[in-house]
Nanobody, 125 residues
Framework: QVQLVESGGGLVQAGGSLRLSCAAS????????MGWFRQAPGKEREFVAAITWSGGATYYADSVKGRFTISRDNAKNTAYLQMNSLKPEDTAVYYC??????????????????WGQGTQVTVSS
């Protein structure tokens, strides 16, 4: 059974940092692209960042570019999202996801087959 478990969320003041982790189990995802998405209250889930199977390429939403960094450790079957200079508008539940059949970056939710349960990030002003 495939499982993705996010951790690292919490409450932080504006300007602070958090590092989210996404640990996968049940199968190896070293040949699959991974992504992070977020959903704020009353809003649709949106793309945040994605990384290719090897970690050689990354892509970010404009709203987080220059502040967030996605990475992965295939030996640990884990992906990360380093979030710096956090803003109140970054407050959301953050989800990691995996494309089961692709190595390459995609930004649409429909391309991702496995999802974690989410971790809450709250940024106070």
């Amino acid at each position: 059974q495939v499982q993705l478990v996010e951790s690292g969320g919490g409450l932080v003041q504006a300007g602070g940092s958090l590092r989210l982790s996404c640990a996968a189990s049940g199968r190896t995802f070293s040949n699959n692209a991974m992504g992070w998405f977020r959903q704020a209250p009353g809003k649709e889930r949106e793309f945040v960042a994605a990384i290719t199977w090897s970690g050689g390429a990354t892509y970010y939403a404009d709203s987080v570019k220059g502040r967030f960094t996605i990475s992965r450790d295939n030996a640990k079957n884990t992906a990360y999202l380093q979030m710096n200079s956090l803003k109140p508008e970054d407050t959301a539940v953050y989800y990691c996801a995996v494309q089961s059949t692709s190595r390459w970056i995609r930004t649409q939710l429909k391309n991702y087959d496995y999802w974690g349960q989410g971790t809450q990030v709250t940024v106070s002003s």
